[in-house]
């Protein structure tokens, strides 16, 4: 449950703004959804794998 400090109250995740901030300060209450490092990871083996796996079906084609 999200807290504000500065309006002394607990905020519903759902009625904070769409940044996750609170709707009467301001104030930076929910983290912001982040994508996982790991993400990127995969996604970047996928894409060396799959650039790998184009080459070899261009060397089979010459
Ligand atoms: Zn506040």
């Known amino acids: 449950m999200p807290w504000c400090g500065p309006c002394d109250r607990f905020y519903n995740p759902t009625s ?3 940044h996750g ?11 912001r959804a982040k994508v996982p490092w790991h993400f990127w990871l995969v996604l970047a083996l996928a894409a060396v794998y799959l650039t790998w796996r184009a080459i070899q079906g261009i060397m089979l084609l010459i």
């Open 16 to 18: 904070l703004t769409e």
């Open 21 to 31: 901030q609170c709707p009467s300060c301001g104030d930076q209450l929910a983290e």
